[in-house]
């Protein structure tokens, strides 16, 4: 009777390990700005960091202060953090003043990150302008 109720106790504990196995927890995940508040001229940098590496590709996107959502970045991650510094500065030709989140997603995680643009008066020249110039 001893060894039945044992052996009952062991089969159903063995029954809940791979439930509690953290190898089919999906990874975690979180995004970031170098800064909160960005102005005219300065570059975003965006740093990723997961729990673990399983071979998906990352998908950002950007909802503005009208909560328009749209694809930003998908990139693969091939390690536990990454970065990604902007090409170009933000300009007001395309970026307008206030609040914007990035949301990311990756193997089933999500993460987001608030940052916000202030117009402070200063003049920006445009990456397109710049391009023409070099023309």
């Known amino acids: 009777m001893k060894i039945s109720a044992m052996f009952l106790s062991l089969l159903i504990l063995l029954s809940f390990m791979p439930i509690l196995n953290p190898a089919n927890a999906e990874p975690s995940v979180s ?25 998906d590709f990352a998908t950002t996107y950007i ?50 990150t608030q940052f916000s643009i202030q117009d402070t008066g200063e003049v920006a020249i445009p990456f397109w302008i710049k391009d023409l110039a070099k023309m």
Do not use: M, R
């Open 31 to 55: 995004i970031e700005t170098s800064q909160t508040i960005y102005h005219y001229g300065e570059f975003l940098s965006i740093t990723i960091n997961v729990s673990e590496v399983t071979g």
């Open 63 to 112: 909802i503005d202060s009208s909560q328009k959502k749209s694809d930003f970045l998908t990139f693969p991650i091939s390690q536990k953090t990454s970065s990604f510094p902007s090409n170009f500065p933000f300009d007001s030709a395309i970026w307008k003043p206030g609040s914007y989140i990035l949301e990311l997603e990756y193997s089933g995680a999500e993460s987001s």
